[in-house]
T-cell receptor
C-alpha cells in the first residue's frame, strides 16, 4: 500500500506563473489536508477536503489559491500568479473516512521555489 | 485561537544523552496532542499522541504526557541515538479533529 504521494517533489516557477501541486492519498482514504511550511513558521493548515467537497478552507489565502479533490484523480492545490512569498514546502496528508484525530499520513511534500 | 509553542532549536546531543523538547499549547475545549517527526528527505510521520489529560503517549522510546494543568506536552527520550536525528513537530487538533495546529519544529542532531 503506497503512502501519500505528492508530485512534483520540487517545482520552480517564475513570478506570475501558475503552480499545480498534486497529492494522491493513500488507498481507501477520502480525506485530504494541505499544509504550508514556511521558514521559521512551522506548518500551517490551509484546507481540508473530502471527495468533491471543500470542508474547511479557513487557512487558504483569499486570492490566487484554490484546491480541489475530484471524484477521480489526485487532489490539486493550485496557486495562480505566484509571488516570491509563495516559496515554501507544501505538505499533503490523507486520512480514512473515520478514525481518531491524528491518524493522518503525510506525503513528502512539494518544495515550491518562485524565482 | 488555538496554538502551539515549541522550544526553538537546533538541539545537538551526544548519543545516549537525555532528550527533552518542550511544547506548550493554547486551546479551547479538549484538544488532542501529537508529536510528529520528519526524517531527512521524508514526510511527516506520527510519532505519538495523547487524546485526554494525563494520557501518556509513547513510541520508539519517546514519551510525552498530556498535562492540562501546565498546558504542556513535552517530548522526552532517555537515551537518544544517531538515527533519532530529525525535526520534531508538536501539534494539536481541535475538538472536531479537522484542524491541526503545528509548532515551528525543533531540529535534533545526535552525534556519535
Amino acid at each position: 500500500n503506497a503512502g501519500v504521494m505528492q508530485n512534483p517533489r520540487h517545482l520552480v516557477r517564475r513570478r506570475g506563473q501558475e503552480a499545480r501541486l498534486r497529492c494522491s492519498p493513500m488507498k481507501g482514504h477520502s480525506h485530504v489536508y494541505w499544509y504550508r511550511q514556511l521558514p521559521e513558521e512551522g506548518l500551517k493548515f490551509m484546507v481540508y477536503l473530502q471527495k468533491e467537497n471543500i470542508i474547511d478552507e479557513s487557512g487558504m489565502p483569499k486570492e490566487r489559491f484554490s484546491a480541489e479533490f475530484p471524484k477521480e484523480g489526485p487532489s490539486i492545490l493550485r496557486i495562480q500568479q505566484v509571488v516570491r512569498g509563495d516559496s515554501a514546502a507544501y505538505f499533503c496528508a490523507s486520512s480514512p473516512p473515520s478514525g481518531p484525530p491524528g491518524k493522518a499520513f503525510f506525503g513528502q511534500g512539494t518544495r515550491l521555489t518562485v524565482v | 485561537g488555538d496554538s502551539v509553542t515549541q522550544m526553538e532549536g537546533p538541539v545537538t546531543l551526544s548519543e545516549e544523552a537525555f532528550l527533552t523538547i518542550n511544547c506548550t499549547y493554547t486551546a479551547t475545549g479538549y484538544p488532542s496532542l501529537f508529536w510528529y517527526v520528519q526524517y531527512p528527505g521524508e514526510g511527516l510521520q506520527l510519532l505519538l499522541k495523547a487524546t485526554k489529560a494525563d494520557d501518556k503517549g509513547s513510541n520508539k522510546g519517546f514519551e510525552a504526557t498530556y498535562r492540562k494543568e501546565t498546558t504542556s506536552f513535552h517530548l522526552e527520550k532517555g537515551s537518544v541515538q544517531v538515527s533519532d536525528s530529525a525535526v520534531y513537530f508538536c501539534a494539536l487538533s481541535d475538538q472536531t479533529g479537522n484542524q491541526f495546529y503545528f509548532g515551528t519544529g525543533t531540529s535534533l542532531t545526535v552525534i556519535p
